[in-house]
């Protein structure tokens, strides 16, 4: 009976895992939002990023969405980070809304990830000021 059970838990374990892992990578990200750190946002960059910083929106290589996001940083120093919602009920897409304090504005960051090549990489970040 128990030699049975055996297989079937690690088949369970395999599959929850990933997902255990999947669900942290937003938090993950607001934890470098909380500390201003783009060097360590830019490694989940895809190839390139559709950026929307202020109303302005365009397309980087990663390098170039490293170095907006680090002048971002520069002009507005997070205080606080926080996941308000995350939407990860696609298997090949994640959604995560963050809500960025710094010490004049608080912000609203959506950060859309798209699983590239088995990975999880951010394809969209969108920095607006909260309406709240």
């Given amino acids: 009976m128990i030699r049975s059970l055996v297989p079937i838990l690690f088949v369970i374990t395999g599959l929850l ?3 255990q892992f999947q669900s942290n990578l937003v938090g993950d990200v607001s ?3 909380r500390n201003g750190n783009s060097k360590e946002i830019a490694k989940y960059f895809n190839a390139s990023v559709e950026l929307n910083i ?5 397309t980087y290589s990663k390098a170039q ?3 907006i996001l ?3 940083f520069n ?4 205080v606080n980070s926080s996941v308000i919602h995350l939407i990860n009920t ?3 897409y994640q959604i995560g809304i963050l809500s960025v304090l710094t010490k004049t504005v608080k912000y609203r960051v ?4 798209k699983k590239t090549s088995g990975d999880f990489l951010i394809t969209e970040l969108r920095i607006e000021g909260d309406k709240t």
């Fill in 17 to 19: 895992f990933p997902l």
């Fill in 31 to 33: 934890g470098h939002f």
């Fill in 54 to 58: 202020a109303s302005e929106t365009d």
């Fill in 65 to 67: 969405a490293e170095q």
């Fill in 70 to 72: 680090r002048d971002f």
């Fill in 75 to 78: 002009k507005n120093m997070p």
């Fill in 90 to 92: 696609n298997p090949n």
């Fill in 110 to 113: 959506t950060v859309t990830f």
